[in-house]
Nanobody, 126 residues
Framework: QVQLVESGGGLVQAGGSLRVSCAAS????????MGWFRQAPGKEREFVAG????????RFSDSVKGRFTISRDNVKNTVYLQMNSLKPEDTAVYYC???????????????????WGQGTQVTVSS
């Protein structure tokens, strides 16, 4: 089993930056693709960004491309989402997820992810 814990959320003004982290425990995630999803009130959970097991391939939703970056530190068993040029529409609970399938590309479908964190709130004020 893998436990994922997100941290680093908070309140930030539009145009600002924030970095959220996802720390894994229970077992190493170095073989897993990792993803970030978000869910705003009244909306479905949506894919934000993902990174493959080695960190060499990333994938982003169109809404965050060019503003967000994703990275991972397999020694620290942690994944990061750096969010720049934040907009009020980025306000949501951000979830980290792990895809335990080996050798796959980064998926944007939540159903492909096996482990989920509890989420961290990100609020962007206008």
């Amino acid at each position: 089993q893998v436990q994922l814990v997100e941290s680093g959320g908070g309140l930030v003004q539009a145009g600002g930056s924030l970095r959220v982290s996802c720390a894994a425990s229970g077992r190493t995630i170095r073989s897993y693709a990792m993803g970030w999803f978000r869910q705003a009130p009244g909306k479905e959970r949506e894919f934000v960004a993902g990174v493959n097991w080695g960190g060499g391939r990333t994938r982003f939703s169109d809404s965050v491309k060019g503003r967000f970056t994703i990275s991972r530190d397999n020694v620290k068993n942690t994944v990061y989402l750096q969010m720049n040029s934040l907009k009020p529409e980025d306000t949501a609970v951000y979830y980290c997820a792990a895809d335990r399938r080996l050798g796959v590309e980064v998926s944007s479908w939540a159903g492909d992810y096996d482990y989920w964190g509890q989420g961290t709130q990100v609020t962007v004020s206008s």
